[in-house]
């Protein structure tokens, strides 16, 4: 069994910072891809940022320049520190990692449960 659990969501005013963080734990041999995806109300879930397991990065534009992405391989966690944030950065955001469990023999990708980030105005 994995589980992969978000934490440091909240309010922050426009202009704001805050830090998630995404844990990984259960039976994994291995953790490739890891990522960070948002959902806002009555829109498609959508890509944020994503980080190989030797650290190379892919951002969407509407983040470049303000959200940087990051892992700790040894914790199994993924962090995304957000800058200067956006009204519209306002969404459910879920992290998601390729796992290799223990016993399997294919990566599997897990989701986390999601951790609510609202930006006010």
């Known amino acids: 069994q994995v589980q992969l659990v978000e934490s440091g969501g909240g309010l922050v005013q426009a202009g704001g910072s805050l830090r998630l963080s995404c844990a990984a734990s259960?039976?994994?041999?291995?953790?490739?891809?890891m990522g960070w995806y948002r959902q806002a109300p009555g829109k498609q879930r959508e890509l944020v940022a994503t980080?190989?397991?030797?650290?190379?990065?892919n951002y969407a534009d509407s983040v470049k320049g303000r959200f940087t992405i990051s892992r700790d391989n040894a914790k199994n966690t993924v962090y995304l520190v957000m800058n200067s944030l956006k009204p519209e950065d306002t969404a459910a955001y879920y992290c998601?990692?390729?796992?290799?469990?223990?016993?399997?023999?294919?990566?599997?990708?897990?989701w986390g449960q999601g951790t609510q980030v609202t930006v006010s105005s």
């Open positions: 998601n990692a390729d796992v290799l469990p223990l016993f399997g023999t294919t990566w599997v990708g897990h």
């Open positions: 259960g039976s994994i041999v291995s953790i490739g891809a």
């Open positions: 980080i190989g397991r030797s650290g190379n990065t």
